[in-house]
């Protein structure tokens, strides 16, 4: 280099590069700490280097949040995600990852507020309705929700989840015979639907009907003879007592409260992730977050399927093959990873 172009850049291209080697080493902390020597100086790296160190800062914060929030640990995730869109505000994804993590920290006021700039920003985004949908509805502000929500089956009608979850929607506003025609149309469109045949038992409860409750639990532990949920359910079903019937419909509620926390899980069906290129450290990372869990859970279906995302997107299909193949081994109910491995086999990525 040039002594001029060494004046110029006052060595932010040495500090860059060393904070792109800790970024590609997912040292995330280390390179933040580079890039912000450069950020903080105006005047070193010329042009061209403060801007890139702007935009992979955020990154780095963003991939630091999402390691938290794939961990489930979604208040440790918020600052991390606070901090990206300070850095990068245009970027819509991360808006989007901040209102699922305030939305599932009970924080429903400022999940609104980036949800709906997520939407504003992109009216075609049906994911980003459904989104906004379950904060609206965790906010009590039911009728907006249903909105949001319809919006989304609009969009894509023979979504089994989008029917699903106007079905978790009706049943908070109480309309039970809505909640019911609901899951009947995501069992419609996918009849091993297991959490639709779960709330659709429920609901019937809820509508006062627990002869048709537990004639859908029997068909659901057809499908899942394992499922603990189930067999507890039937049990408190079959005492027909006033205690037992409360103590089902507790059971019910906790489950519906849930149906309301945006899982993690479905980052990439909720989010498609928008970047011109693989962010190949942080999959590295999340595939060692992933097995580090399975050494210690090898029969949660949940970190197969994590793992095997991992996997594809790093393009090393046969291994992620094998994680979702495992997950639905646990699980053969498990829509989402159905819905990927089919992906995969299609050769999309």
Do not use: W
């Not at 904070?19 to 390179?31: I, L, S």
């Not at 599932?104 to 709906?116: D, H, I, P, Q, S």
């Not at 504003?120 to 949908?133: C, F, N």
């Not at 899980?265 to 060692?288: C, E, H, P, S, W």
Request: proline share 3%; charged share 25%.
């Amino acid at each position: 280099m040039s002594l001029f172009k060494k004046i110029l850049t006052l060595g932010g291209n040495e500090t860059y590069n060393r904070a792109m080697a800790f970024y590609n080493r997912a040292a995330y902390m280390e390179a933040i700490q580079e890039f912000e020597k450069i950020t903080r100086s105006p005047l070193m790296g010329g042009r061209l280097y403060p801007r890139l160190a702007l935009f992979y800062a955020g990154q780095a914060y963003r991939n630091l949040g999402l390691v938290d929030m794939h961990a489930g640990r979604y208040a440790e995730a918020i600052p991390r995600f606070e901090k990206a869109v300070t850095l990068t505000p245009e970027n819509l994804e991360i808006h989007a990852y901040l209102g699922v993590c305030y939305n599932n920290e009970g924080r429903y006021a400022e999940a609104l507020r980036e949800l709906t700039y997520v939407i504003e920003e992109e009216p075609a985004d049906s994911q980003g309705h459904l989104r906004l949908s379950l904060a609206y509805c965790n906010s009590g502000r039911y009728d907006e929700a249903i909105l949001e929500v319809r919006k989304a089956i609009e969009m894509e009608n023979r979504h089994a989840d989008l029917h699903y979850f106007l079905g978790v929607i009706l049943n908070h506003k109480k309309e039970y015979a809505g909640a019911i025609a609901s899951f009947r149309e995501a069992i419609r469109l996918n009849a091993r639907y297991l959490e639709a045949h779960l709330k659709l038992g429920y609901a019937y409860a809820f509508s006062g009907d627990l002869t048709k409750a537990s004639e859908t639990f029997h068909h659901a532990l057809s499908l899942s003879p394992e499922n603990r949920e189930l067999q507890e359910g039937l049990a408190l079903l079959k005492k027909e007592t006033p205690e037992a019937k409360e103590a089902f419909l507790r059971q019910a509620e906790e489950e519906f409260s849930r149906a309301l926390m945006i899982d993690p899980n479905l980052a990439d069906t909720f989010m498609a992730l928008r970047k011109a290129q693989k962010d190949i450290g942080f999959y590295n990372t999340l595939v060692q977050i992933y097995q580090d869990a399975l050494a210690a859970h090898p029969h949660y279906a949940d970190f197969h399927y994590g793992l095997g995302h991992a996997l594809h997107q790093l393009g090393r299909h046969e291994e992620a093959m094998q994680e979702y193949q495992k997950a639905l081994l646990i699980n053969p109910d498990y829509v989402q990873v159905q819905r990927a491995l089919d992906q995969l086999k299609k050769g999309k990525k």
